[in-house]
């Protein structure tokens, strides 16, 4: 095992913004793909109930992917991983705006998300080594670049729209921009990962300190796909928001969820890990429950601007207490972490409509508020923390 990294090369800050930078370029190649799914669906003609089905092809992709990844990287570097992996994205991307059938599109989106997660797990494993470097967190403030690059993104996929681009040459664009960050940020990222055992297994059971840190995760994860999904709806159907003010609450909530990023760094060199996430979970719970026992505009705008803050934290802390297992190599401890995580993004969603047809979008709500007072209890009792 390499508990140490050799830094001779670069300073530290060198190292923190090549790796900053790859972060920005994994959300933008989301973002973009995401700002043009309604554009994608009418041009192959998609109905609901087909794009829901084509849109399935990318989680399962980072799904099957996941166990592979952390044991890839512990055998060749994350370094390689993530250079080559961050240019292949780029470039999936790209033919997922050109496929001219759905067959072609569930092909290229199945590719797109093992890409994805391969990216994220292989600029994680970076960012730990990264973090290494420093007396400090500063795993949080690596996710707020992706999330202000999800905010870029989006704005870049507004103007395109605007203007009649068509997604293939929207995405070409963003293609060009990777291939340029990825080539100058390459020769900065660290060649040599901390603590690396090129000969762990592929599958390794995870201890308990890991499956902690997993669930913390999934119910964060569980939050956090709600808002992704279902806030406009809330907005729409509970709140009933003007169409103007209908994404009020996805807007707030993602801008305290990425300023939240860039400041819980800071909050947590001072007060500790264990207290952030107890007090993130606190956060959750009160925004949810805001939202739902007041249902009008104000009142659900800053519940969800509680929220926000809630969620921001939780994972990139998470990945930092991974990235630091003494059982696992970093990619390994991301792998399996996120694999639990991950769930809890994909499950979200389904349930809170599940629950909904039942009976009503607040009893979802509050149940997800529920998942919030989760994560302070695991915070709580985890030793790992």
């Not at 997922?96 to 093992?114: D, E, K, T, W």
């Amino acid at each position: 095992m390499l508990s140490n990294i050799s830094v001779s090369t670069y300073s530290r800050s060198t190292y923190r913004k090549a790796v900053g930078a790859l972060f920005f370029l994994q959300g933008i190649c989301f973002a973009s793909w995401g700002s043009r799914i309604p554009t994608i669906q009418q041009q192959l003609g998609l109905s609901e109930t087909q794009l829901g089905m084509v849109l399935f092809a990318l989680p399962v992709g980072q799904m099957l992917s996941l166990p592979f990844t952390g044991w890839l990287i512990s055998k060749v570097g994350s370094w390689r991983i993530l250079v080559w992996s961050a240019v292949l994205y780029a470039a999936v991307l790209v033919g997922v705006g050109a496929a001219p059938s759905i067959f072609l599109l569930v092909l290229a989106l199945f590719i797109f998300g093992i890409l994805a997660n391969t990216v994220n797990i292989a600029v994680n494993t970076q960012a730990v080594g990264v973090e290494t470097l420093y007396d400090k967190p500063i795993m949080a403030s690596f996710h707020g670049l992706w999330s202000l690059a999800g905010f870029t993104g989006a704005a870049i996929g507004s103007y395109m729209i605007g203007n009649g681009i068509l997604p293939v040459q929207h995405f070409l664009i963003i293609m060009g921009f990777t291939f340029v960050g990825v080539a100058l940020s390459s020769r900065f990222v660290l060649k040599q990962d901390v603590n690396v055992d090129p000969d762990q297994p592929i599958f390794v059971k995870p201890d308990k300190s890991l499956v902690s840190l997993g669930l913390l995760a999934f119910c964060s994860l569980i939050c956090e796909g709600a808002m992704f999904d279902w806030s406009g709806v809330y907005f729409k159907k509970v709140v009933m928001a003007e169409n103007a003010w209908i994404g009020a609450g996805y807007t707030a909530f993602m801008c305290t969820m990425a300023s939240g990023r860039f400041v819980a760094d800071r909050v947590a060199s001072k007060i500790g890990l264990r207290r952030i996430l107890q007090a993130s979970g606190v956060l959750i719970a009160l925004g949810l429950l805001i939202a739902v026992i007041f249902p009008y505009l104000w009142s659900s705008i800053i519940g969800f601007l509680l929220v926000g803050f809630g969620v921001s934290s939780v994972v990139p802390l998470v990945y930092s207490a991974a990235g630091k297992s003494k059982v696992m190599s970093p990619g390994m401890a991301l792998a399996a972490v996120s694999t639990i995580g991950f769930l809890g993004f994909l499950l979200g969603p389904p349930v809170i409509g599940l629950v909904a047809g039942a009976s009503s979008l607040r009893l979802s709500f509050t149940i997800i508020a529920f998942m919030g007072l989760c994560v302070t209890f695991i915070a709580s009792r985890s030793k790992s923390l």
